[in-house]
């Protein structure tokens, strides 16, 4: 079976373009989680959904930041307009209940905003 | 506050060494994952704990949670270079039902 997948797997943008990454979720998972990784502030969770719905959004910085989950095989999340300090490596998982935390993970978007 | 706290940060032994890291919270988990990740990879799971006391073991990996479900430990016995890697704790609190809190890691590098 294919893990999570993501694209692009690099990104390079200039401050003021907005971003769009994407995600499609292993098949028969019901659970969908996007994370940031940096240096200084190590994995955070953006968001999650449960069934294509957001479940909570409260790690989502700010709202330059959104995220949808049109189906069950396909998420993006979007930043408009991007800034220098969004530069990290953003993961998203997938996991499937009752065992949602059990989450695999795709291979991540690194993401420069110069 | 990190809910999560991991030690050592950074860990450099050679190749055959024993080591553990540990994952230590004020909190009650109700489960409590281990990963691994590697350069430009995203995470592995390697175990997930729920009892508390629980030991499992993966060929030279034990994982133990504490018997009050607070703290957890890796041991590798044998370090190779292939272990190499952020060795990452995640926990669900008891009674805050829904997400993961990561631990800010372990970087683990053995030397052959």
């Known amino acids: 079976d294919a893990g999570v997948i993501q694209s692009p797997r690099h990104e390079v943008t200039e401050m003021g373009q907005e971003v769009t990454l994407r995600c499609k979720p292993i098949s028969g998972h019901d659970y969908l989680f996007w994370y940031r990784q940096t240096m200084m502030r190590g994995l955070e969770l953006l968001i999650y959904?449960?069934?294509?719905?957001?479940?909570?959004d409260s790690g989502m910085p700010e709202d330059r930041f959104s995220a949808k989950m049109p189906n069950a095989s396909f998420s993006t999340l979007k930043i408009q307009p991007s800034e220098p300090r969004d530069s990290a490596v953003y993961f998203c998982?997938?996991?499937?209940?009752?065992?949602?935390?059990?989450?695999?993970f795709g291979a991540g978007t690194r993401l420069s905003v110069l | 506050t990190q809910l999560l706290e991991q030690s050592p940060q950074f860990l450099s032994i050679q190749e055959g060494e024993n080591l553990t890291v540990y994952c230590n919270s004020s909190?009650?988990?109700?489960?409590l994952q281990w990963y691994r990740q590697e350069p430009g990879e995203g995470p592995v799971l390697l175990v997930t704990v729920v009892t508390g006391g629980e030991v499992k073991k993966l060929k030279r990996l034990t994982f133990q949670f504490g018997d009050a479900r607070k703290d957890s430990s890796l041991h590798i016995t044998a370090a190779q270079p292939g272990d190499t890697g952020l060795y990452l704790c995640a926990g669900v609190v008891l009674l805050r039902a829904g997400k993961s809190t990561f631990g800010d890691g372990t970087t683990l590098t053995v030397k052959p």
């Open positions: 998982a997938s996991s499937r209940g009752p065992d949602k935390n059990i989450q695999y």
């Open positions: 909190s009650v988990f109700s489960s």
């Open positions: 959904f449960n069934n294509n719905v957001p479940i909570d």
